[in-house]
T-cell receptor, first 112, second 113 residues
Framework: AAGVIQSPRHLIKEKRETATLKCYPI?????VYWYQQGPGQDPQFLIS???????DKGSIPDRFSAQQFSDYHSELNMGSLELGDSALYFC???????????FGAGSRLTVL | GENVEQHPSTLSVQEGDSAVIKCTYS??????FPWYKQELGKRPQLIIDIRSNVGEKKDQRIAVTLNKTAKHFSLHITETQPEDSAVYFCAASKSGGSYIPTFGRGTSLIVHP
């Protein structure tokens, strides 16, 4: 069965650079969620999209932005990277009007 | 907003023993409680969930109980095996609006052979 696809799996950037993470949800899932997980931490909700519109906003920094496109894939754009942005970034998706999330394999961002 | 507390933060057991992880939540409107297992560097994977209209749910060696009055829920793993070693997260969310789950801080379970 198709899963949530994230790319790239690993990314290394310098401070103040930008990065873009991509997420392809499971087919027919209309809601996408982005989470950030630091080492030894629980996943922190960043932002979510429903039917290509932003639906909820969590602890996403102003330096970051995200969107969901017409094919339901989503991109997380991260500007002016800081050392503290080094983390695993998970995307999850869900069926319409359900609360069961399926997570992607994650993108590991390292900021040097 | 919702606040989920999870205990213990680490749990070490011998193979074959049982393991219990407990969570409490603050928002009485929360009605969906999933449990995720996360191996090092991997994605969180849903292992079992329970809804507020049910008090207990079982799936082979894993069971979850929910006490709505006390606002706490627990994960029970019986006959633990080394491959059960992972970080377990509880979460709480509510339907009828935002489905965003709030996670607990996680429990690192170590099963010694």
């Amino acid at each position: 069965a198709a899963g949530v696809i994230q790319s790239p799996r690993h990314l290394i950037k310098e401070k103040r650079e930008t990065a873009t993470l991509k997420c392809y949800p499971i087919p027919r899932h209309d809601t996408v969620y982005w989470y950030q997980q630091g080492p030894g931490q629980d996943p922190q909700f960043l932002i979510s999209f429903y039917e290509k519109m932003q639906s909820d906003k969590g602890s996403i920094p102003d330096r970051f932005s995200a969107q969901q496109f017409s094919d339901y894939h989503s991109e997380l754009n991260m500007g002016s990277l800081e050392l503290g942005d080094s983390a695993l970034y998970f995307c999850a998706s869900s069926f319409p009007s359900t609360d069961v999330l399926t997570f992607g394999a994650g993108s590991r961002l390292t900021v040097l | 907003g919702e606040n989920v507390e999870q205990h213990p933060s680490t749990l070490s057991v011998q193979e074959g023993d049982s393991a219990v992880i407990k969570c409490t939540y603050s928002d009485s409107a929360s009605n969906y409680f999933p449990w995720y297992k996360q191996e090092l560097g991997k994605r969180p994977q849903l292992i079992i969930d329970i809804r507020s209209n049910v008090g207990e749910k079982k799936d082979q060696r894993i069971a979850v109980t929910l006490n709505k009055t006390a606002k706490h829920f627990s994960l029970h793993i019986t006959e633990t095996q080394p491959e059960d070693s992972a970080v377990y997260f509880c979460a709480a969310s509510k339907s009828g609006g935002s489905y965003i789950p709030t996670f607990g801080r996680g429990t690192s379970l170590i099963v010694h052979p």
